[in-house]
């Protein structure tokens, strides 16, 4: 066993991990920003799989940066359709989120069969070439996990302090908070409750269209139910992050370094254990820090909460 | 209860043209597409037996999520749920089929399908009573680890060594449930989901534990300050919640495939279904009852459609999303439309 754990097998677990982590970190990342403002967002599974499948289509016929594009406007899109139920109709948004992802399932399902169909051969595109950074990239060691990535890795791992500053430092992320701990307090403030959560609900829905393109566009296919659960795991970081950014990074790590394992693992220990615990492995990891961690989770005070001015 | 009426009979409307509209994007007719739908699944024998078939699972499943929902335990591992409940009630049918005396045995099957079902879920239960766990999360993470695990056991261990595909050996014909209208497919699974509906009814209107079940979902602070022992309530919640997929499950192998599968409810339809059921029946197990049937239909109505009119068959998931959000949009937008509209009518000078 010691053979294996050789440079090059951590090097490239920790570089695939941060390449897996990815589309879980860039929708934990968006939906921090709407349940800080108040709202819980439970269509992401159904935004990430939009994604997927509109921006693997988009770079099907305009290349990869239309993919993106394409991508992050199928999730705006959902974002503003969960953002007009939940804040200006007031929709319950357990149901709301539930019910616009598992109509984003259907929506796509229906639309892949009816377009790209399941082959024999599914369709493929060129995957998103990693672009390595000119001199951070030839460090020993941390060049190839951090500086040899994806653009949309870099941007994902950027967002992070981005977020950070915005949420802690700046007027108007501390306005987010506010609203999603006191949306009463916060309007009488002359705070706009209303398009602060619009404008988090949106992004959110953006990052996770965005999560789930580069899903298909960092692999070159689309398959099926291939967005597995991340969406539900996004949220998970969320909540194990404790609504902070960098500690969301850190939950998005600990679930692709696991993915990055588990696949490794079924290599090396392969004929001894069913390919199937090797599956399983990231989801019990999440559910087991998530429980671990919840006992002292903090979440914002008005989430889940409609606000309506003159109560 | 007008206002009901007119929300889901636009919702539904609503969800009808806009599904027409997209078949007739992808160039087939709507027209003829609905004619199937309605001929296969409720104009004929054949057709409507095959939709109350499709329908019992969902029925069962969605009276465990709608005891959840009114407890706001917020239930999205059916499909786990119902995966563990089919992988008991198998082995008690695969082992004990020739060692019980059948009226021992059925029971058995039964209680095995509800136990492993009921199970899973209070797994579920128990890590948001003890550690705070988001349910919502771990119920619908469970799922994958659950399927995961039926599919091991039917790929190695319990796998027909005879067989070309993961499954387990049939069940001895003795064991499967009977189907009770002939012509059809229909068995007595769904006679166990009808009787459920009364039960639950009592159960959620009538004793103590609905009352319970009821108050902590309505307020947790006055309920627990009433005296209820919140922890316990939701447990047992979790646990009926989780048996009646588990029996779904179980009703499924024993009525529909006679053998455990791996993959059987087809990628997570059946139990995802089942929230859009639940909600559609506002949580009450006659609604329930209305909506499992319902979406039975349009489930069905979409394999017809497919046969005959070459529309994807993925079109009923498609539907059956969109007829909840357009439900949702309606009633929460009908209030307003009738404001505006009382606004606007001139007022008697």
Known sequence: MAEIITDIFVITLFAAGIRLATPVLLTALGELLAERSGVLNLSLEGIMTAGTFAGFVAALYAGHSAGIAVGMLSGLLFGVLMAYMSVTLRADQVVTGMGLWLLGLGLIGFLFRSTLGVQIVPVTLTELQPVKIPFLGDIPILGPILFRQNMVVYFAILLVPVIGIFLFKTADGLKVTAVGENPLAADSLGVNVFRIRYACVIVGGALAGLGGAFLSLEAGVFREYMVAGRGWIAIAVVIFGNWNPYRALLGALLFGITEALQLRLQVILGYGFPVEFFYMLPYVVTIGILVLISRRAGPPAALMVPYKRGE | ?349
């Open chain 2, 1 to 349: 209860m007008a206002n009901l009426f007119v929300s889901y009979g636009l919702g539904i409307l609503i969800a009808f043209v806009t599904t027409g509209i997209i078949i007739a994007i992808l160039g087939r007719n709507p027209m003829v597409a609905y004619a199937f739908l309605f001929e296969e699944s409720v104009a004929s024998v054949n057709g409507f037996g095959e939709s109350l078939v499709k329908a019992t699972p969902l029925l069962l499943c969605a009276l465990g999520l709608a005891i959840a929902y009114k407890a706001k335990w917020w239930n999205i591992g059916s499909e786990g749920q119902l995966h563990m409940g089919a992988m008991a009630s198998t082995w008690v049918g695969l082992n004990l089929a020739t060692l019980l005396p059948p009226y021992v045995f059925f029971p058995f099957v039964i209680l095995a399908g509800f136990v492993g079902g009921a199970a899973w879920s209070g797994l579920a239960g128990l890590m948001k009573v003890k550690l705070n766990a988001n349910e919502i999360i771990t119920t619908l993470l469970m799922n994958f680890v659950g399927v995961f695990i039926v599919n091991y056991a039917t790929r190695i261990p319990w796998r027909d060594p005879t067989a070309q595909e993961n499954w387990t050996r049939t069940l001895l014909e003795s064991a499967w449930l009977p189907r009770i209208w002939p012509g059809t497919r229909l068995h007595a699974g769904f006679v166990l989901a009808v009787l459920m509906v009364p039960l639950l009814y009592v159960l959620m209107s009538k004793t103590v534990l609905g009352y319970r079940v009821r108050a902590v979902g309505s307020n947790l602070a006055s309920a627990r300050y009433g005296g209820i022992n919140v922890s316990r309530t939701i447990l047992i919640t979790t646990a009926i919640s989780g048996g009646l997929a588990g029996l779904a499950g179980m009703a499924e192998i024993f009525g529909v495939q006679y053998r455990l599968l791996g993959g059987f409810t087809l990628n997570f339809g059946t139990a995802y279904t089942a929230i859009i059921v639940a909600w559609l029946g506002k949580n009450n197990p006659v609604g329930v009852f209305l909506a499992a049937i319902f979406i039975g239909v349009i489930i069905t109505g979409g394999e017809a459609m497919q046969r005959g009119a070459g529309v994807p068959l993925a079109v009923s998931s498609y539907f059956t999303g969109s007829i909840l959000v357009l439900v949702l949009l309606s009633e929460a937008l009908l209030p307003r439309v009738g404001k505006f509209w009382q606004r606007s009518l001139p007022t008697s000078s």
